[in-house]
């Protein structure tokens, strides 16, 4: 069962950082994306001191970490 949350909170994540950072991408980049924004995200957010505790935190910071992903890679492939 929390593969399958994880999967949809990913693919939530992933939509929401491609809508933010204006990028037009696919279902599986998305929850690619939104899966990888969450260890980015909370690899950040870890070490600032902040540890997400609910369901909510949790997507808020995975779309912030795959915004931060989308950012790096513009700035490496441009």
Do not use: D, Q, Y
């Amino acid at each position: 069962m929390h593969l399958i949350i994880s999967l949809i909170l990913g693919a939530i994540a992933g939509f929401l950082a491609s809508k933010i950072m204006g990028e037009s991408s696919g279902t599986i980049k998305n929850i690619i994306l939104g899966i990888v924004g969450g260890f980015v995200g909370g690899f950040v957010f870890k070490f600032i001191g902040f540890i997400p505790n609910n369901l909510i935190a949790n997507l808020i910071v995975a779309v912030i970490g795959a915004c931060i992903c989308i950012w790096l890679g513009r700035k490496l492939f441009k």
